[in-house]
C-alpha cells in the first residue's frame, strides 16, 4: 500500500536530496537514492507525464521522503534561482545528488558541470546505469511494457511492474459461463500492451497467485476491460475497492474467438500455464 506522505518530515533535518523526475523509481533512481545521507530527501520534479509510478505512489519504493515540486511552477527559475529555492526550503542542505544527465533551470539550460559551480556543497554525479550494455530508462521500460516483454520491464524496475486500480462490476458472463474475475478502472497507469498475464493480486492486502487479462474483450462485448482470475480461491470477496496488479509475465496477446467454447478453453489453457509457472 501507499506510504505515508512526505509533509509530516522535518526539512530542517535534512540535508542531502536526489533530484529527478523518478518514474518507476527504478534501478537507476535507486542508485541516487543509496547516495543520500541518512537525512536525505527525494525531490521528484512533477512534469505531469509520470505513468509508470504516478505522484502519489512513488513513496512506497523508497524509505526516504518525497517533496514534490510542480515544473509549471519552477520552469522560469534560473541555474541560481532554482538552487536558492532549494537551499531555502531545505535549510540544512550540504550534499545534491543527481544523473549524469540533469538538466535544470529555465529551457534546462544548466547542466552537472554548472550545479558545481552555483551549489557550494557537495554534488554526487551518478554515472549512467546499464544493464547488458543497455541504458535503464523510464522510456525504454515504457516501450517494454508497451511490446508485452514485462520480465524485461521488470528487471529495469528492480521489481514488478505493478497497477492499482479501482473494482468495478464486470459484465457478469466471466462467473457464468467462464471464471470468475475482478475487474478493475485504471485512470493513472501505464498499461502493458494488450493480453494475458502471469501476475499477483493484490486485495485487502493479501497477495494471490493470478493470471491477468486487459485489452478489448473481441469474442463478447467488445469493450476494453481490466480484468484478473485469483487462482485456486473461489467467491473472493473485495472489501476495499482497491486492487493491486503485478505483472510477471505474459502468455498472449489479446486475440478474438470464432466461439465461447473456444474463448473457454484457451481462458482454461492460460489458467493451467499460470498454475504451472507458481505450482
Do not use: A, D, M
Given at each position: 500500500m501507499k506510504r505515508s506522505s512526505s509533509i509530516l518530515i522535518n526539512k530542517e533535518n535534512i540535508d542531502s536530496i536526489a533530484i529527478g523526475g523518478f518514474d518507476g523509481m527504478h534501478i537507476a533512481h535507486q542508485e541516487l537514492f543509496n547516495n543520500l545521507s541518512q537525512n536525505g530527501a527525494i525531490i521528484s520534479i512533477e512534469t505531469g507525464y509520470a505513468s509508470?509510478?504516478?505522484k502519489n505512489y512513488r513513496q512506497e519504493y523508497s524509505r526516504f521522503p518525497i517533496f514534490y515540486y510542480d515544473l509549471q511552477n519552477i520552469k522560469e527559475l534560473n541555474g541560481i534561482e532554482f538552487i536558492k529555492l532549494l537551499k531555502s526550503d531545505f535549510k540544512n542542505l550540504k550534499k545534491i545528488v543527481v544523473g549524469f544527465d540533469?538538466?535544470?533551470g529555465k529551457n534546462r539550460a544548466c547542466k552537472v558541470d554548472d550545479l558545481k559551480k552555483v551549489f557550494d556543497g557537495e554534488v554526487v554525479?551518478?554515472?549512467e546505469i546499464k544493464l547488458d550494455n543497455f541504458p535503464v530508462h523510464s522510456r525504454y521500460i515504457r516501450e517494454f511494457l508497451l511490446n508485452g516483454q514485462i520480465e524485461q520491464a521488470n528487471r529495469f524496475l528492480g521489481k514488478e511492474y505493478k497497477i492499482y486500480g479501482k473494482h468495478i462490476i464486470g459484465q457478469g458472463i466471466g462467473k457464468k459461463e467462464f471464471v470468475a474475475t475482478i475487474n478493475l478502472s485504471i485512470d493513472e497507469f501505464l498499461l502493458p500492451q494488450n493480453g494475458v498475464y502471469i501476475?499477483?493480486?493484490?486485495?485487502d492486502d493479501c497477495e494471490y497467485n493470478s493470471i491477468s487479462f486487459l485489452g478489448h474483450r473481441q469474442t463478447t462485448d467488445g469493450n476494453f476491460a481490466v480484468e484478473t482470475h485469483i487462482l485456486n480461491v473461489d467467491n473472493?470477496?473485495?472489501k476495499d475497492n482497491i486492487v493491486q496488479i503485478k505483472f510477471i509475465k505474459q502468455i498472449r496477446e489479446n486475440k478474438k474467438f470464432d466461439s465461447f467454447l473456444?474463448?473457454?478453453n484457451e481462458i482454461l489453457n492460460d489458467i493451467n500455464i499460470a498454475k504451472k509457472y507458481f505450482y
Open positions: 509508470l509510478t504516478p540533469f538538466c535544470f554525479i551518478i554515472s501476475s499477483k493480486t493484490i486485495v473472493l470477496e473485495v473456444e474463448l473457454k
